[in-house]
């Protein structure tokens, strides 16, 4: 059900792409409960200069090497398990993909139950 | 007033991928009443490894075909006309552009009336 | 906090994209309080036939020059004060990077503000 869109600037491959994907996930998994099956995933690298950054906010230094992940998930969770989803993906993308911790922008968007369909055109999380 | 972004793997023509923006925005008018003329839309098609999918999630058999659709709209419809919405963007999308059903996945998006501005620095939709 | 995505045709050169992006940050810190160091940004330019607009929904003329920007913040923006940023946004693409304010499409998303993490895996706007 998550829906997540990873956006980074051109320069790293497809796999090291998926492998950004694959920590997202797994993230997903371990802290809120998403199944493992559950995977849909827009991953997107812009040439130089269309992703831009804050290179100091929050002094929080960030490279070239940022990762901008939105996720879309249903309503629901807890500022917990919000504050453990954020910890893990920059955790699991640091361990798994080498991303500096720093470098790993989420924002969470959230949507009703009944929002999504995953084929057949039937709301299969409808309450 | 819909924001529509259907994103797809690389292989359709322009022609096949405004022919699915097509069928989308024809279940928003049928549907839950969304003027013909109010249409926006982003159509993405994403290089193989970028768009990533379940081939099997709650025993929906998915293929490369997939195609993500994610609506932007104004809060304010039943669970019967998003059940409605659902049906019909995958009908459509398999009577009209001979998409299986099992590729259509859709995530519904709702924000204020007031978040909208059609042009002009103005929320036409404001109340 | 705002994460800010940029839709146009292409056409638009990188400068001529990065101005956009100025001035829809400069409308949010102008009429929202966003701090100026505060940005993140996706503009993205699509081959013809790919962004869809209608020319003329509500007595609008657009143009292939259309703007579409869509903006993730935080709850707890006032009636007036999405007023203020949808003028400020066609006010200054229009002032400073040419741009018809009919060209100019605008959409809120709104989250909580746990919703988001600036790096490090925290939550720094959690309550």
């Not at 320069?11 to 493992?36: F, K, Q, S, W």
């Not at 992940?69 to 249903?74: F, K």
């Not at 500022?79 to 969470?108: S, T, W, Y």
Request: aromatic content about 6%; overall charge negative; some cysteine.
């Amino acid at each position: 059900m998550p829906l997540v869109r990873i956006d980074v600037l051109e320069g790293r491959t497809t796999g090291e792409l998926a492998a950004l994907g694959d920590g997202v996930h797994r993230a997903l998994v371990e802290t809120i409960g998403i199944p493992a099956a559950d995977r849909f995933q827009v991953l997107a690298a812009h040439p130089a200069g269309r992703l831009v950054f804050d290179p100091n906010y929050l002094d929080i230094v960030r490279t070239p090497g940022v990762v901008l992940v939105q996720i879309t998930l249903s309503l629901g969770r807890s500022l917990e398990q919000k504050r453990a989803l954020h910890a893990a993906v920059a955790r699991i993308l640091a361990a798994d993909c080498g991303v500096r911790p720093e470098d790993v922008f989420i924002n969470l968007v959230e949507v009703a139950k009944e929002n999504w369909s995953f084929g057949n055109g039937i709301a299969q999380y409808a309450p």
